[in-house]
């Protein structure tokens, strides 16, 4: 047995940290599903018992020598999609739960997701609820998915549920593949401006700077002229040696940005830039709308606690700027604070939004109010990622030639001093 130290949400929306013994983090995840408690974060506790280490890793690779990475199929967000209409199908036939796990064991064509399902169906067989088995594998089935499927066990909807789940998965796909279209002509434009640009810089720059500085002889260039060389030397390899040691800079530099990135201030400030971009802050900002209001009214109809609903919600957002809002607007309303009221407060959604909100809590019919909010603005995102690739494509094309004019004219500059000097 390991010691694992986790912080979790208890059903009154508290947080709570603490210790657990438990074979496997997977094993700790399940104790505390069941303690009622919705974990955000686990991690085992350093133990200098090689004994205890070993145990420990047999119990998450269930008894089988790990062979480190695992390489071949990846279980992604559309294996989890289709997996979820699908069981919702079959239940709604009248298929039992068990039956219905072990229909998508047969046909499922991914193994990495096969070898989940059997496990899943294993527990479901040793007398365990479904959302147990799913907890026991958090990197695949996420909070908002486990939550949901326990509240429809809990009100014996559990296919009512997987149909809204899968809505509501198959609608985030959507509009997460529209965005990512828009973005690939950019990458692509991109890609192929800095290809040129190295190009240009590596082995055409390097072949005038001959010619220049034998006919210059010693004569200044052009300011420049002199800069794009420059930036060429720096640029070109001069040995075998010399270009690993660039690559191994250049890679560097890229995981340190990826890290920066990362950490606390860096998100806060990537996240700040996404929301004040212009026109890429207007999509950001109706892509997270649309995920807040799916997400949260989702939660709510399949039976999820509010408080708890919130906590969910701002995990998968998206968006520090906006969990941060959220975070304290669970606190108000914890307080006993309508939600309409601190949302208009934090000012991060429109007023549409808070009315359309408040609206729905005085009618009583909050989630409905929020599936139709995410409706609209899912129009807005399609209307805002076609706005986006409209403007991008001449401005890709402007920013490439300047790059490619701009050396092309350092380039030229000398030849035409050269001339001058000739006539």
């Known amino acids: 047995m390991a010691k694992f130290s986790y912080t979790a949400i208890d059903p009154s929306g508290k947080q709570k940290s603490g210790a657990i013994d438990a074979a496997s983090e997977e094993d700790a995840q399940s104790k505390l599903s069941g303690m009622g408690l919705m974990v955000s974060k686990i991690s085992q506790q350093a133990d200098t018992s090689k004994k205890s280490r070993r145990a420990a890793s047999a119990a998450n690779t269930g008894g089988k020598k790990s062979g480190g990475f695992r390489f071949g199929p990846i279980i992604n967000q559309e294996n989890l999609t289709i997996f979820t209409r699908q069981m919702a199908t079959l239940l709604q036939a009248g298929l039992p739960l068990l039956r219905s796990i072990e229909v998508m064991i047969r046909q499922e064509k991914n193994p990495a997701f096969k070898d989940v399902l059997v496990q899943i169906a294993d527990n479901v067989r040793s007398g365990n609820n479904f959302s147990d088995g799913l907890a026991q594998h958090p990197k695949i089935f996420k909070p908002l998915f486990i939550n949901m499927i326990k509240a429809g066990e809990a009100g014996g909807v559990l296919d009512v549920v997987l149909t809204r789940l899968a809505k509501f998965m198959e609608k985030d796909l959507k509009t997460r593949k529209k965005i990512q279209s828009a973005m690939i002509y950019p990458a692509v434009i991109i890609s192929v401006a800095m290809i040129i640009v190295l190009g240009l810089l590596m082995f055409i720059v390097p072949k005038f700077q001959e010619i220049f500085e034998t006919m210059l002889k010693g004569q200044p260039m052009p300011a420049l002229t002199r800069f794009v060389i420059d930036a060429g030397n720096v640029v070109k390899p001069t040995g075998f040696i010399d270009a690993l040691i ?3 800079v250049a890679v560097g530099l890229f995981f340190l940005a990826r890290f920066l990135i990362s950490t606390g201030p860096g998100q806060k400030a990537k996240d700040w830039l996404a929301l004040n971009t212009p026109k890429v802050g207007e999509l950001v900002s109706k892509a997270a709308i649309s995920r807040f209001t799916r997400t949260f009214g989702t939660l709510l109809s399949s039976g999820v606690p509010i408080l708890q609903a919130l906590n969910i919600t701002r995990d998968v957002i998206g968006n520090s700027r906006i969990a941060s809002a959220l975070d304290r607007v669970h606190d108000r309303v914890r307080d ?24 729905g809590e005085e009618t009583g019919e909050l989630a409905e ?13 399609d209307n805002a990622v076609n706005s986006i690739t409209s403007i991008i494509e001449p401005i890709m094309i402007i920013f490439l030639a300047v790059i490619v004019g701009t050396i092309v004219i350092a380039l030229f500059l000398p030849i035409i001093g050269i001339i001058q000097g000739l006539t």
């Open 246 to 248: 660039k690559i191994v």
């Open 369 to 381: 109010m929020l599936n139709r909010i995410a409706d609209n603005y899912d129009e807005d995102v």
């Open 336 to 359: 006993g604070e309508s939600l309409a009221t601190p949302l208009e407060q934090q000012k991060i959604f429109p007023t549409m939004v808070t009315s359309m909100i408040d609206v």
